[in-house]
């Protein structure tokens, strides 16, 4: 299969927590890699891994995978989250990669 | 500091072909992947394809007829062609590096560490 899903929106007040899903057979097999994208901004690498974070991301946010569906979560979210954020891996042949639709992040 | 840049023209006529170089600068492009991402406007990325050291590249299947991806490693650079273009592949184009690692158990995974900031191509008459 070839398909990653994202819900389309999520909202999370300032300083709460907010978990973002993507589904997909591949994520049974290979680790997602999360994006994080601002408006006319390149996407950014904000996670990778079983739970890796590069450098000069910070530390509220988090990953995991169960099964099917890999997770991002925000602990605290801060104003400067609000952004398109993207789930990414291999398809099931591991010769192709894949995003996820994307989830619009609003900060209220 | 790696860096990416992405270069070629703004605008293609249907039907002709879009090309494009991505520069590396600070690194090699030796023992990288290296791939192709394009966002049309207002909408999702989408994963057009990647090349390793000339010998391995793979294409987005539902691209493969129309892309080719191709490495220069004397200049540092990988370009893109996209031939016979419409006006649904008016995007922003990034180039982006693909890191390929294995876990503790020895399966292999991929992310996107780097990235261009991306060339918007345009597909007009």
């Known amino acids: 299969s070839s398909e990653l899903t994202q819900d389309p929106a999520v909202s999370v007040a300032l300083g709460q927590a907010v978990r973002i899903t993507c589904q997909g057979d591949s994520l049974r097999s290979y680790y997602a890699s999360w994006y994080q994208q601002k408006p006319g901004q390149a996407p950014v690498l904000v996670l990778y891994g079983r739970n890796t974070r590069p450098s000069g991301i910070p530390d509220r946010f988090s990953g995991s995978t169960s099964g099917d569906i890999a997770s991002l979560t925000i602990t605290g979210a801060q104003a400067e989250d609000e952004a398109d954020y993207y789930c990414?891996?291999?398809?099931?042949?591991?010769?192709?990669?894949?995003f996820g639709s994307g989830t619009k992040v609003t900060v209220l | 500091q790696v860096r990416l840049r992405e270069s070629g023209p703004g605008l293609v006529k249907p039907s002709e072909t879009l090309s494009l170089t991505c520069t590396v600068s600070?690194?090699?492009?030796?023992?990288?992947?290296w791939s192709w991402i394009r966002q049309s406007p207002g909408k999702g990325l989408e994963w057009i394809g990647y090349i390793y050291n000339s010998g391995d590249i793979n294409y987005n299947p539902s691209l493969k007829s129309r892309v080719t991806i191709s490495v220069d490693t004397s200049k540092n650079q990988v370009s893109l062609n996209l031939i016979s273009v419409t006006a649904a592949d008016t995007a922003v184009y990034y180039c982006?590096?693909?890191?390929?690692?294995?876990?503790?158990?020895?399966?292999?995974?991929?992310?996107?560490?780097?990235w261009g900031r991306g060339t918007l191509v345009t597909v007009s008459s």
């Open positions: 990414s891996s291999r398809d099931t042949s591991a010769k192709h990669s894949v």
């Open positions: 982006a590096r693909d890191v390929k690692y294995s876990d503790s158990s020895g399966y292999y995974h991929w992310y996107f560490d780097l």
């Open positions: 600070g690194g090699s492009i030796s023992s990288y992947y």
